[in-house]
T-cell receptor
């Protein structure tokens, strides 16, 4: 099946630093990618929808200046957590849907566990 | 009311048992339905899509009731390896995908 690669899998950083997370679709093209955040024992919460070649669409309550999204190609989207703080510590997961796929399935990256000290 | 609701559990069952999970959704315009499985500290993985006529994949059976707006997942002959959180996922005709909070299952020897 389709594969989504997410990197890095684990980040520990100091408060105030910026962290960049990459999401790649390895064997298919993804016009749209999704970024989720999941706190312990909670559901995935959609943060933003990333569209190739255009600005991302952010969900209500998600600061676009804090969570910068770039979707420069059909196989790569990046999420940058700027000036991270301890409350940003969470599990971040990207997801992609295959262009022109009749299956209509979302594939997930393995996630990035961010810990801000 | 949440857009997708699931019983959080946990469901504690012995090996070999049959267990069923239900999920309700609020948007009557929802078009696609899925069950995902998520292991602890891992990403969700697609278990199966849910079709209007109901569908089966080995020990797993999924059903959709559009009139009542609920989806079910039945697991027969539970295995230890079935222990996970099961996420009900609903998508509208566009790109909006809503995840349920998940139902935790523990299968014990």
């Amino acid at each position: 099946g389709a594969v989504v690669s997410q990197h890095p899998s684990r980040v520990i950083c100091k408060s105030g630093t910026s962290v960049k997370i990459e999401c790649r679709s390895l064997d298919f093209q993804a016009t749209t990618m999704f970024w989720y955040r999941q706190f312990p024992k909670q559901s995935l919460m959609l943060m933003a929808t990333s569209n190739e070649g255009s600005k991302a669409t952010y969900e209500q309550g998600v600061e676009k200046d804090k969570f910068l999204i770039n979707h420069a190609s059909l196989t790569l989207s990046t999420l940058t957590v700027t000036s991270a703080h301890p409350e940003d510590s969470s599990f971040y997961i990207c997801s992609a849907r295959e262009v022109n796929s009749a299956k209509n399935i979302q594939y997930f990256g393995a996630g990035t566990r961010l810990s801000v000290l | 009311r949440k857009e997708v609701e699931q019983d959080p559990g946990p469901f504690n069952v012995p090996e070999g048992a049959t267990v069923a999970f239900n999920c309700t959704y609020s948007n009557s315009a929802s078009q696609s339905f899925f069950w995902y499985r998520q292991d602890c500290r891992k990403e969700p993985k697609l278990l199966m899509s849910v079709y209007s006529s109901g569908n089966e994949d080995g020990r797993f059976t999924a059903q959709l009731n559009r009139a009542s707006q609920y989806i079910s997942l039945l697991i027969r002959d539970s295995k230890l390896s079935d222990s996970a959180t099961y996420l009900c996922v609903v998508r509208d005709g566009g790109f909006k995908t809503i995840f349920g909070a998940g139902t935790r299952l523990f299968v014990k020897a």
